[in-house]
């Protein structure tokens, strides 16, 4: 019987600890696990109908929206929840208009979410609407966006492109892609084990997050006009390629950039890759050509080998170990002053200053402007050009180096070089990046600086020196026609030759100019280049320079810089300097398909319908608008 009572006892004890070990085991799991298995739970019930986060927005300098957003929806299926599905793939195909059999893999895959794309991402809110009106079970509309330009493909290549999902691919978009892009959220809806809605279960919504905003240095009203003087450019001259950058000569902030031919931000698929993925301000290298010659007149100063005032005779060539190389202006200028060199773009000068230099001070001091090395700015891309190794060029390579000639640039190591020629020597890192703001507050949480890469390039006095050559030049000199009334302005032209296959052409061109004002105090500098103008004499000063007025003449008045009293005094060029071409061969060819040329006329002699004899022969040259005679008997 003792027995009996023990063991009943025992079987009660650990009854007992049972079930207070399985009490506290409960208590365990609803107090302590409670909460994080409901939320299991939650999950393995939850649908989520993905809803993208924002992009950020990109603004000016000044705040103006360059880039926003707008919606654009996204369907998206439930395969498990559809229950007419061959109704749902015949609307869906005919409204997305697609074939049934594109929509169909969708619906078959086993998958708890599947978003129908590229077919369904970023809809119209018609069709949208149209889609969300025919309530169709297991078919979502979610909430998505897309890029929004409201200046068009206004600084297309350098914003860049997004993608189908609304990824950064070229551009400030994607150097940037980390920062802009926001955090997704989504529409939460319950479900079984096999899809279906829970009866009286309604989800919730998790909103998405936005991305930081992007404040560039662009000024959106200088850019504006830039985007439209090339525009203008591109119809009047039809070239194959011009490009443009303006910049604080200071800070070498970047206060507009843009390049030709344009693509569609929002169709780039239709172009061609090289199209939108090439910046040509920071991508393309080429011989520069005379405005290069800044640099070498500034590197002669700081070193004292010439004075500005000293005269030098420039009688349209100069002999170098046996090669002739001659002027741009046939006869050269006679005597004239170092200011004037520069001032006539004088070839011969330029080569005297070089010389005088020697081959390594000269590149020393190309290295010290930065050309041969990329120049850091935060744009995708960019190229470091081609300078010459030292070691192995001869005199000839070096007299022709010294205007513009062998050595390739980019356009923002130009400017970036001249802006530290008329800096007092100090070469600043360009950049486009202003800072990162909170959204939809225009407060900056990081602003950028300027970065200095070098200082005592030249000297203060050098940088003066340069400033009046520059303004020289756009007073007096081949630069006129990019004066601006009543402001100190400096310029200087270009026009350089195109290597091709070991030989430059004779019939295409890179011209370009640089105008910076005003040169007391210089706030802005503007570059522009032209590659093969087409119908136009192709002279940087007859034909950029008066493009390049007309942005500086309107970005002054933008950036509300007053007119500059004193400095010197405009002449203008009432009769142009007559250029010279070289006259074709018309002999046996038929009067009537001549074509009109544009650079001199003719004047035929005779009643036959074939030329037999010209004046002045072939090969010959003649002067800009002469006439040349054709005899037909």
Same mark, same amino acid.
């Given at each position: 019987?003792?027995?009996?009572? +023990? ?9 007992? $600890? ?27 019930? =939850?649908?989520?109908?993905? &809803? ?12 103006? !929206?360059?880039?926003?957003?707008? #919606? ?9 929840? $559809? ?8 609307? !869906? ?12 893999? /969708?619906?078959?895959?086993? &998958? ?26 297991? $078919? ?16 297309? /290549?350098?914003?860049? @492109? ?15 892609? +980390? ?19 829970? #009866? ?5 919504? $998790? ?6 905003? #992007? ?13 439209? &003087? ?14 443009? @950058?303006?910049?604080?000569?200071? =800070? ?5 950039? %843009? ?48 004075? *500005? =005032? ?88 070096? %007299? ?69 050559? !520059? ?50 105090? *210089? ?12 119908? =136009? ?7 950029? +320079? ?45 009067? +009537? ?34 006439? &040349?005679? #054709?005899?037909?008997?």
């Amino acid at each position: 019987m003792r027995k009996v009572r +023990a063991r009943m006892i025992g079987i009660l004890v650990l009854m007992v $600890v049972g079930i207070f070990a399985l009490t506290l085991r409960l208590g365990y799991v609803q107090v302590v696990k409670g909460t994080a298995l409901l939320e299991r739970a939650y999950e393995l019930w =939850t649908r989520d109908i993905p &809803v993208d986060g924002q992009r950020g927005n990109i603004y000016d300098r000044n705040g103006k !929206l360059i880039v926003g957003n707008k #919606l654009a929806p996204t369907v998206v299926i439930i395969p498990k929840q $559809v229950k007419e599905k061959e109704r749902a793939i015949k609307f !869906l195909a005919e409204v997305l208009e697609r074939n049934e059999e594109d929509i169909r893999k /969708h619906f078959e895959k086993n &998958v708890s979410v599947e978003i129908i794309k590229p077919a369904g991402r970023h809809l119209s809110l018609e069709v949208a609407k149209k889609i969300a009106k025919e309530k169709l079970d297991g $078919v979502y509309i979610a909430s998505d966006t897309v890029r929004y330009y409201p200046y068009g493909n206004l600084l297309s /290549h350098t914003i860049g @492109i997004t993608g189908i999902d609304n990824q950064g691919i070229t551009g400030l978009e994607y150097i940037y892609d +980390a920062y802009l892009k926001g955090s997704s959220g989504a529409n939460k809806i319950f479900t079984d084990a096999h899809g279906n809605k829970f #009866l009286f279960q309604y989800g919730h919504y $998790v909103a998405p997050n936005r991305g930081l905003d #992007l404040y560039l240095t662009i000024d959106l009203d200088i850019q504006i006009v830039l985007e439209r &003087v090339l525009d203008n450019a591109m119809e009047r001259y039809q070239p194959d390629e011009i490009w443009a @950058i303006v910049m604080h000569p200071k =800070t070498s902030e970047i206060l507009a950039i %843009a390049s030709r031919p344009n693509f569609d931000l929002v169709n780039y698929q239709d172009y061609p890759q090289e199209l939108y993925n090439r910046n040509l301000p920071i991508w393309k290298s080429y011989e520069p050509g005379s405005v290069f010659k800044v640099i070498t007149f500034a590197a002669g100063i700081n070193e004292k080998v010439f004075s *500005p =005032t000293e005269t030098f005779y420039d009688p349209g060539y100069r002999i170098v170990d046996g090669t002739r190389i001659n002027d741009w202006r046939a006869g050269g200028h006679g005597h004239q002053t170092f200011f004037e060199v520069l001032q006539n773009s004088c070839n011969p000068g330029l080569m005297e200053i070089v010389f005088r230099l020697g081959k390594d001070k000269f590149f020393e001091y190309l290295e010290k402007f930065g050309f041969g090395e990329k120049t850091g700015v935060d744009l995708l891309g960019e190229s470091t050009g081609i300078v010459f190794e030292k070691d192995k060029i001869n005199n000839v390579e070096l %007299a022709t180096s010294s205007f513009g000639q062998g050595n390739t640039i980019t356009a923002i190591q130009l400017v970036n070089a001249i802006n530290a020629a008329c800096n007092d020597g100090t070469l600043n890192q360009p950049y486009i990046l202003k800072g990162f703001g909170i959204p939809n507050t225009q407060t900056l949480i990081f602003q950028n600086e300027t970065k200095t890469i070098r200082t005592g390039i030249v000297t203060p006095e050098t940088s003066a020196i340069v400033r009046e050559a !520059l303004e020289r030049v756009a007073t007096l000199g081949t630069a006129r026609g990019g004066h601006v009334e009543g402001y100190r302005v400096g310029g200087k032209t270009g026009t350089a030759q195109v290597p091709e296959g070991g030989v430059y052409l004779s019939d295409k061109y890179i011209i370009s100019y640089l105008g910076m004002a005003p040169m007391n105090d *210089p706030q802005i500098t503007i570059y522009m280049a032209m590659f093969n103008p087409k119908n =136009t004499i192709q002279y940087g000063g007859i034909v950029v +320079a008066p493009l390049v007025r007309e942005i500086m003449a309107e970005s002054l008045t933008i950036l509300k810089i007053p007119k500059q009293p004193g400095g010197i005094e405009f002449q203008p060029r009432w009769v142009l300097d007559k250029f010279t071409y070289k006259v074709e061969n018309y002999i046996g060819q038929k009067v +009537a398909s001549i074509p009109l040329h544009p650079y001199y006329k003719f004047k035929i002699v005779g009643n036959g319908d074939t030329v037999i004899a010209q004046a002045p022969n072939p090969g010959e040259k003649i002067v800009e608008n002469g006439f &040349v005679i #054709l005899y037909t008997n």
